[in-house]
């Protein structure tokens, strides 16, 4: 649909997403191409405003609910965000995408892994995704690496038995062939090292 790159990072938390998609794209730029960073749920103004719901303890959406107000804020987030990006041949490095949809409401929640396909299909249709990576890290050292679950934010206060079937989804979507799994259990270093070359692949 357009001349840019699309490239998702995941991973469970702790994992050091944020900060190694803000080395890719400053290594991106560096190298002369023209990337943006962004994130979900967020990324744009009412996607953000939808993040704040999600994340905040005081609701408690069942799966679908949760699923759908993802695939609201992923929509909003393409149409301001993704989709203006691409179409002036910009790489977008977004942190997190619809693989985390499939890994948090479909393999920890118990969603069906075709419909959470089928609404993740529709929602970013017809955006082609160039290159999924996921930094392979087990939640119980993830958490360990950040010091402990946020407790202000809903998601991390869930079991490790929850964040060990997303991370069971992730490593399956890698097994899939959907997502390309980074060890990232070195330096931050080398885990940047290891994604450069994969996104190298592409460029």
Known sequence: MSNG???VIEGVEGAGKSRQCAL???ALNAAGHSAI???EPGGAKLA???RGLLLDPAFSPDAVAELYLYSAARRDHLNKVIFPALDSGKIVVCDRFIYSSLAYQGY????DLNFVRRVNQITIEPLKIDLGLFLDITPEAGFARKGGADKADRL??????FFNRVYY????MCA???????DVSGTKEQSAAKIWQAVSAIL
């Open 108 to 111: 920890a929640r118990g969603l």
């Open 24 to 26: 890719l794209t400053e």
């Open 37 to 39: 960073l962004t994130r």
């Open 5 to 7: 790159k699309f490239i």
């Open 176 to 182: 899939d062939g959907e997502l390309t799994a980074i």
């Open 169 to 172: 989804g992730f490593k399956q």
């Open 48 to 50: 953000e405003a939808i």
């Open 156 to 161: 991390e206060r869930e079991s490790l038995e």
